[in-house]
């Protein structure tokens, strides 16, 4: 039994009996866990006001139970302009709820921090969020050891050099002369589209979202992430369908005629 202090990202928040709130956070020592504010829904309490898709310093009890209870916390980074853009809060709250999905509980994993600010950052400053969003996706799913191997053909082992490609789900790529027809565990990409996710993992977090897609590709990009999820989660994470909703009511404002 323990008082601690930890830097954490609060990824998840939701009322909790009748006035605490029970968040799920990513702490750089501890990774992910829950932990509850005691009565946080009333307005003079002092946890009142912490929210999810922030970054604040928090001190925490570690007892007998096995949620930890929050006793204070001081926020870094809110990330205000997140809550204020449909798009945005949707992608923010998709990588929040990929870190937790992805990752055990208080198994620390110090290196999806930096990633999930960053992305978080990005995020409320870009024009265009889905390019920034999917790069830090897929960099989540890497430090979470989803990293798959397209780099060359599984058959003739040639780095391909033209499309169209297909991804195959479990074995990796295959070029256009030796790719299984008509397979259902896959989907087909063109080499730009290849090209561009490799771009996107050599990243560092300090250029996430510098090497932007669009049209087809970016597309292409959008789908291959919804299907290489659906895949490995075995189902499509509700903040993910909720993306794509946005994004699907996004692009019917687009071309509605003027
Ligand atoms: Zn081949």
């Known amino acids: 039994m323990a008082q601690?202090?930890?830097?954490?990202?609060?990824?998840?928040?939701r009322p909790y009996r009748e006035a605490d709130i029970l968040l799920t956070v990513f702490g750089i020592k501890s990774g992910k866990m829950g932990a509850i504010a005691k009565g946080a829904r009333r307005a003079k309490s002092r946890l009142a006001g912490i929210y999810p898709l922030s970054y604040a310093v928090c001190q925490i009890y570690h007892g007998r139970s096995t949620l930890d209870t929050l006793n204070g916390w001081d926020l870094?980074?809110?990330f205000p302009a997140l809550q204020k853009d449909l798009s945005k809060l949707s992608w923010a709250m998709l990588l929040a709820d990929l870190v937790d999905e992805m990752f055990l509980e208080r198994d620390p994993n110090p290196?999806?921090?930096?990633?999930?600010?960053a992305a978080w950052e990005r995020l409320a400053r870009a024009s265009a969020p889905r390019t920034t969003a999917l790069t830090a996706s897929w960099q989540l799913l890497k430090l979470a050891g989803y990293i798959p191997q397209w780099d060359r053909c599984g058959l003739c082992q040639q780095v391909p050099l033209q499309g169209p490609l297909w991804i195959d789900w479990e074995q990796?790529?295959?070029c256009?002369?030796?790719y299984p027809n008509h397979h259902p565990g896959g989907m087909e990409i063109s080499l730009g589209t290849l090209r561009t996710w490799h771009q996107w993992m050599a990243l560092d977090v300090t250029k996430i979202g510098n090497y932007d897609a669009k049209g087809i590709i970016a597309n292409q990009l959008f789908d291959l992430f919804c299907q290489y999820v659906e895949h490995h989660i075995g189902r499509m994470p509700r903040s993910l369908q909720f993306v794509r909703e946005v994004e699907t009511m996004a692009?019917?404002?687009?071309n509605k005629p003027l």
């Open 172 to 174: 990796g790529v295959y």
């Open 176 to 178: 256009a002369s030796h």
């Open 76 to 78: 870094i980074e809110g």
């Open 251 to 254: 692009e019917k404002e687009r």
């Open 111 to 117: 290196s999806v921090v930096p990633w999930l600010i």
């Open 4 to 13: 601690y202090q930890d830097h954490m990202l609060i990824l998840k928040s």
